[in-house]
């Protein structure tokens, strides 16, 4: 049985040149969100120098190859798209910098208990990944005292957009109460929960 969102994916990886993906690995600073608000100006990761970094869900590893700039010691990618991960395979041998890549899903990484100081994910598990799965399947993957860091859609966001294929409106589309799992046609599948969950 196929998964929705690997095939999605691999059909956004057809898309999403390596010279896309190579422009995004070239950048020095880490960025968030559709404004690129930079690192040095919000501070959401904690000093990265010399730790050991998961990257669940991390598609083209961009956000990974920004990390191991920043300083972190070791960078692993984890992804269930094979389209995906080659792209990042064929950046980090064009970029030298070491990373390494993990075929699998966010909800079940085969990597000991306890090999990293922080997981994070930046779009990938975090909404891709069913959150009762993929948060203590982070939670497994941190040493003590380790740290988990995700960016995803805003509640907001989710509760305004008709479907997948149209930007959010300025109306309520949907209550909150019993967000989840939110199946787009031909996108895949996202999971998104409400404030109080």
């Not at 990761?45 to 050991?52: H, S, T």
């Not at 041998?93 to 090999?115: H, I, Q, R, Y």
């Not at 305004?160 to 909150?176: F, G, H, Y």
Request: proline share 7%; glycine share 10%.
């Amino acid at each position: 049985m196929t998964n929705p969102n690997v095939e999605a994916w691999t059909r956004e990886n057809e898309r999403y040149t390596d010279g896309r993906a190579e422009q995004a690995w070239a950048r020095d600073e880490i960025t968030y969100g559709i404004w690129n608000v930079p690192e040095s100006e919000l501070h959401a990761l904690p000093d990265l120098a010399g730790k050991d970094i998961v990257e669940l869900g991390c598609g083209t590893a961009y956000f990974g190859a920004w990390l191991k700039k920043a300083g972190a010691a070791r960078v692993v990618g984890v992804d269930p798209t094979p389209a995906q991960l080659e792209t990042a395979r064929r950046c980090n041998e064009k970029f030298g910098l070491g990373l390494e890549f993990v075929e699998a899903f966010g909800e079940e990484v085969p990597l000991p208990d306890e090999s990293f100081d922080l997981a994070v994910s930046e779009y990938g598990a975090s909404i891709w990944a069913d959150p009762y799965k993929w948060i203590p399947e982070a939670g497994r993957l941190l040493r003590p005292g380790g740290e988990l860091v995700f960016l995803r859609n805003s509640t907001l966001v989710i509760l305004c957009s008709p479907d997948e294929d149209v930007a959010a409106v300025e109306t309520l589309q949907r209550p909150q109460f019993g967000m989840y799992r939110f199946s787009w046609p031909n996108q895949g599948v996202e999971y998104h929960l409400s404030h109080g969950d």
